[in-house]
């Protein structure tokens, strides 16, 4: 009987066993893995975005009346002396009275703007501008021509705009951390199956 002889492969056409070959990629992904930054979680997303959603509306809510009431009243408006006859800081309101035209003698409340009131002090001399459908809608002259700088709408928009910055940025980081630190995959054993004969 003549002795099978095994044939040598080449150094080249060698391959490892799979498992091996697997270990010594995980070995050498941990020698070049870089430290994984804080992955943001959809949480921190939502809740930014549900912090714009809150301020936009806010803003929206403090300056649709504001305007409207401006618009109404360089439309329709009708003007009239009056005197400053109470200002109260606490319960933030300014009392004034008509001294000429058909609501002479008539007190009223300046309405608010954006929950701002002018600067009045009680005796002060003024030209108010009311709404003839609605007399309980008016404002100073002065307000309805130049309207002051509305601070409670700029500093609701300066915080929409935060927060919605903030969500595209956590949403971008997101995608970017996952990109270049993709979740490693379970290695999976392969099942060799095994035939069973009968002696």
């Known amino acids: 009987m003549t002795k099978k002889t095994k044939k040598k492969r080449p150094p080249g056409e060698y391959k490892l066993p799979p498992r091996v070959a697997r270990n010594q990629q995980s070995a050498a992904r941990r020698a070049t893995h870089r430290e ?3 992955l943001p979680g959809y949480r921190h997303i939502f809740g930014a975005f549900g912090g714009f959603l809150l301020t936009l509306g806010m ?3 403090l300056w649709f009346p504001a305007h409207s009431l401006l618009q109404d009243l360089r439309e329709r408006g009708v003007a009239a002396p009056a005197i400053v006859t109470d200002v109260n800081e606490t319960a933030k309101f300014v009392k004034i009275k008509f001294t000429l035209g058909p609501r002479a003698g008539e007190e009223v409340e300046l309405s608010e703007f954006s929950g701002m009131h ?4 009680a005796g002060d001399h003024m030209w108010a501008i009311y709404d003839p459908e609605n007399p309980s809608r008016l ?3 002065h307000w309805v021509s130049i309207p002051p700088t509305n601070f409670p709408v700029f500093g609701t928009s300066i915080l929409s ?3 919605l910055v903030g969500a595209v940025v956590l949403f971008f980081r ?3 951390v996952l990109r270049n630190w993709p979740p490693e995959k379970p290695e ?3 099942i060799t199956r095994v035939r069973l004969t009968k002696p």
């Not at 002018?118 to 002090?121: A, S």
């Open 118 to 121: 002018p600067d009045f002090h």
């Open 139 to 141: 404002l100073s002259r």
């Open 174 to 176: 997101r995608l970017w």
């Open 36 to 38: 994984q930054p804080p």
């Open 188 to 190: 999976t054993i392969p």
């Open 59 to 61: 803003a929206l809510f």
């Open 161 to 163: 705009a935060f927060f």
